[in-house]
């Protein structure tokens, strides 16, 4: 049985006092919620502050991004260490506000996975589509080259720090959101492919999660679905009420 995820990536947003206002409000919320894997994901310079505030309960930290080498002449990155450091034990990866505004590209999202992986972190690995290539029928062959292009060279032996989280592109902040059956077949394509690539058992184990807006109002029929394991969520992990709601719908 894979245990559900529920991670709120907070993108550009919360001071530090806003960010501790937020997780002091949020635990009560979800102390009940044992078997989900709860992440929150703020913005670099609040990780420690957040850390402190969430140290022994069932909330787990994450960093937005990481780059791939442990340290050097590298202005403005971050590194794995510095990451696990900072008290994270998961780092998202790959997202598409990092491909599409910030270069990022398969190769580079292949070494930071390999980098976050060593270093003993949790990958949140993000792929999707944007609205053209589903609209061209592209859409698998985009998943396909990110899966690829994203795993080159990491063994099967280290999946287990892999969650994927299918993002269509089109469906993020916009207030769209693909339908349950549209991100069903999007989850059973990857899950296909892990097992293409890897084996049968890797892909059973494999966590593939949903993010595009989501909310409390559809994350109900999203979870339901069988390959569907949880969601990386934006708005709505900004607010405690919102984003505990889609922590105790998984947890149901």
Request: aromatic share 6%.
């Amino acid at each position: 049985m894979r245990k559900p995820v529920i991670a709120g990536n907070w993108k550009l947003f919360k001071t530090s006092s806003e960010a501790v206002e937020l997780v002091t409000a949020l635990l009560p919320l979800v102390s009940g919620a044992t078997n989900v894997e709860i992440v929150v994901a703020p913005v670099f310079t609040v990780l420690d502050r957040v850390q402190r505030v969430i140290s022994g309960s069932n909330v787990n930290l994450s960093a937005q991004d990481c780059y791939w080498e442990a340290e050097g002449a590298f202005t403005g990155e971050i590194s794995p260490k510095m990451l696990l450091d900072a008290g994270c034990s998961h780092v998202i990866i790959g997202h598409s506000e990092r491909r599409q505004f910030f270069g990022e590209t398969d190769e580079t999202v292949n070494k930071k996975i390999k980098a976050a992986i060593a270093s003993g972190l949790v990958v949140l690995f993000c792929i999707g589509e944007t609205l053209a290539e589903r609209e061209s029928e592209k859409t698998f062959d985009v998943l396909k080259r990110q899966i690829i292009g994203g795993l080159t060279g990491i063994p099967e032996s280290d999946l287990a720090q892999v969650i994927v989280a299918y993002e269509p592109v089109w469906a993020i902040g916009t207030g769209r959101t693909a339908s349950d059956d549209q991100a069903q077949e999007a989850h059973a394509y990857i899950r296909g492919e892990i097992r293409s690539l890897y084996s049968a058992a890797a892909a059973e184990g494999m966590r593939v999660l949903y993010g595009g807006s989501v909310k409390p109002e559809n994350i109900a029929g999203l979870i339901s679905r069988q390959d569907i394991d949880g969601a990386l969520v934006g708005g709505a992990s900004l607010k405690a009420d919102s984003f505990a709601a889609l922590v105790n719908a998984a947890q149901k």
